[in-house]
């Protein structure tokens, strides 16, 4: 018989519908066991042939508590993928369930995206945090603010002579002569307590070392000056007025960083070398933040470079953050364009490459090589870089002396060079600030610089002429020099020579001009009174 029929004639105890009739072959149909089974027992006191009522606070159930064996054969469960032993021996397990309330309402969770395939899934790496943020600066300028003045910008009377408004930001004025003192003074305040304990050592005469030494004892920090027995006496003066402990050891720098290093090495002291970390560049940046303070609607900024560029970059890197329309410009040695070389390769040139020029003018600027972090931000931050002679750095040194009242060296010199030598046409009219770093030199090189750039700058000149061996010709050489107003610095009277006329005197004068418009007219009124005139070159 068919499972259709056997359910239409189905027994439905206690709702009146006719029993189930045994069939014949019921023992032998296959969907439906025996009568005991297939009903099962029946719970007392709520039969279903009662006509008694079940308690309604009573459980509902979904069939009587306990194990009820089912309906269908255990065989026909394989067809919806159940297996026998799950049914525990033909029987099904069931539940009491209690009707407690409304059903929680639970949200949906987000769709989930798909993932990509292996071969589409690409790794991202994440961004690499800046070397040097503007954060980075701004927290250097707060922590700096109580030891460090702020040096002024101030407006020079050369703008007028070279149409622009030139704005010097004279960092020369600190304590040691330079701007290193900010990137100093951050580096030491961020040491940790026992390494100010301890103590720092430093090994290179320079104004780097000059800064560790004044702010480490400031900040009662040992510090221990290694330098070698060829260090010049000033220089070590200097430092002992400082409150440093001088050691005088080995016969070059090498000899003296090399034991420093040792030291430094053997009793935990922390060897401070000039370089291009985030500390030191960090506390040079507030000079950016400073200029732009200071001079409202600035178009450009000059800042001189060399070795690490460490002043440059961060300058930079301040001043693009806060406008990134001002232009910023480099400026190097033409004898050593390490910066400008490596811009142009792609990567950063050592200073083996290039001989030193001038070692006492240029001391500071090539003691390292480029740093790669300050090559990297000055790809970034740098607009432009160009070179200036020699000869232009110490004529700048000139005009800073007679404008400016002041004395600096050939490195705070180099940004003022570049306008005097008239390489930044594109600056005329607009307004420029020019970073003067430092003002560390000797006196008898700043007098030997000073001499030679008033030679270069055409106001002192040397002449030879040939004079009548009678009384009165020298007197009337002389009394025209003093018409013309001119300052006679030394004279030479030669009357015996192997090569000279009879009766014939040579004369040789240098003298002085107070700018080039004199030295022409002199060049004039001499070569008409004197036809043997003849200028020495310079």
């Known amino acids: ?83 026998e032993e799950e049914c525990l021996n033909g029987e099904v397990k069931t539940f009491e369930t209690k009707v407690v309330g409304a059903p929680e309402i639970q949200l949906m969770d987000p769709p989930k995206t798909n993932k990509k395939r292996g071969s589409e899934r690409k790794a991202v ?12 600066i701004s927290a250097a300028a707060i922590k ?56 720092v050592i430093v090994a290179t005469d320079c104004s780097f070392s000059m800064a560790v030494a004044h702010h480490a004892v400031e900040l009662r920090i040992p510090v221990f000056v290694i330098m070698p027995a060829s260090c010049a006496q000033p220089h070590l003066r200097i ?5 440093a402990m001088v050691i005088s050891y080995g016969s070059t720098a090498r000899d003296s960083l090399n034991h420093a290093r040792h030291l430094a090495k053997e009793n935990g002291y922390l060897c401070l070398e000039e370089d291009d970390s985030a500390l030191y560049l960090a506390g040079l940046g507030t000079v950016g933040m400073e200029i732009y303070e200071q001079v409202p609607k600035l178009d450009a900024v000059i800042v001189s470079t060399g070795g690490q560029c460490s002043l440059l970059v961060s300058t930079a890197a301040a001043i693009k953050h806060l ?25 950063p040139v050592t200073s083996e490459r290039y001989s030193i020029p001038n070692k006492k003018l240029y001391g500071d600027i090539f003691e390292h090589s480029l740093g790669t972090h300050t090559f990297q931000l000055a790809k970034t931050f740098v607009d432009k870089v160009i070179t200036v002679r020699e000869e232009d ?9 007679e404008f400016e009242r002041s004395t600096v060296d050939t490195e705070g010199a180099m940004g003022l060079a570049a306008i005097l030598a008239g390489q ?40 030879t002429v040939q004079l009548g061996d009678f ?68």
């Open 393 to 401: 750095s110490l004529v700048a040194m000139l005009r800073f002396q």
């Open 125 to 136: 790496a994440p961004p690499k945090p800046e070397y040097l943020s503007f954060e980075d």
């Open 424 to 463: 930044l046409p594109e600056l005329k009219g607009k307004r420029v600030a020019v970073v003067v770093s430092s003002a560390n030199m000797e006196l008898d090189l700043i007098r030997q610089c000073v001499d030679r750039a008033l030679i270069l700058d055409d106001r002192v000149n040397k002449f």
């Open 323 to 347: 406008n990134s329309r001002i232009t910023v410009i480099g400026v190097e040695p033409e004898g050593f364009p390490l910066l400008l070389q490596s811009l142009k390769t792609g990567s």
């Open 1 to 83: 018989m068919n499972f259709a029929a056997q359910f239409i004639y189905a027994n439905y105890v206690g709702d009146g519908s006719p029993s189930r009739v045994g069939f014949n072959d019921s023992e032998n149909d296959p969907f439906w066991q025996s009568e005991d089974q297939r009903l099962g027992p029946t719970k007392q006191g709520c039969s279903t042939s009662s006509k008694s009522t079940c308690n309604k606070d009573a459980p509902v159930c979904n069939g009587v508590e306990g194990w009820r064996p089912t309906l269908i054969h255990p065989e026909r469960l394989k067809d919806f993928g159940i297996e």
């Open 471 to 538: 009384p009165g010709d020298m007197a009337k050489l002389l009394d025209m020099l003093a018409r013309e107003d001119i300052k006679l610095l030394d004279v030479c009277h030669r009357r015996y020579s192997d090569r000279g006329d009879l009766f014939k005197a040579q004369v040789e004068c240098v003298v002085e001009t107070r700018d080039k418009t004199q030295s022409t007219q002199l060049r004039r009124t001499l070569s008409e009174r004197y036809p043997t005139l003849r200028w020495l070159e310079r």
């Open 239 to 243: 430092y002992r007025d400082y409150g």
């Open 144 to 199: 700096i603010q109580s030891g460090m003045q702020k040096t002024p910008c101030t407006y020079s009377r050369l703008s007028k002579q070279y149409g622009m408004e030139i704005f010097l930001k004279k960092e020369h004025l600190h304590y040691t002569g330079s701007v290193k003192e900010r990137g100093v003074l951050y580096l030491l305040t961020s040491l940790n307590q026992e390494q100010q304990k301890k103590g």
